[in-house]
């Protein structure tokens, strides 16, 4: 893959404010097993994270861009105090 399609890929991975632009410069980078830029580097995301049965409880739990689900996990867990006793999954 030529090297200026590489950057303008890049650059659509990280600055494109739509969804699906953003989303196939990525599929492209990844399937020409080239780096895929983070999302928001450096930056914060800040969740409000609540359970499926108890809509009376809720947390804004933030991570950095760097963390993983598996940290937004422990951070969870932190939060309302819990212990890590149980599987877990993530759902929008």
């Known amino acids: ?3 200026d399609v590489q950057e303008e890929l ?7 404010v739509d969804f699906k632009p953003c989303f196939q ?3 492209a980078l990844r399937e020409a097993q080239l780096p895929v830029p983070r999302d928001n580097p450096g930056g914060v995301y ?3 994270v609540r ?3 108890d809509k009376t409880i809720s947390r804004t739990v933030e991570l950095q861009s760097e ?3 598996n ?3 422990a951070a969870i867990q932190r939060s309302i105090h819990w212990d890590s006793d149980h599987l877990y999954s993530f759902f929008t």
């Open 67 to 69: 963390q993983t689900l």
């Open 1 to 3: 893959m030529p090297s």
């Open 10 to 16: 890049r650059a659509i991975a990280v600055q494109d």
């Open 51 to 53: 359970p499926t049965w």
């Open 25 to 27: 410069a990525r599929a």
């Open 71 to 73: 940290d937004l996990h």
């Open 46 to 48: 800040a969740l409000k």
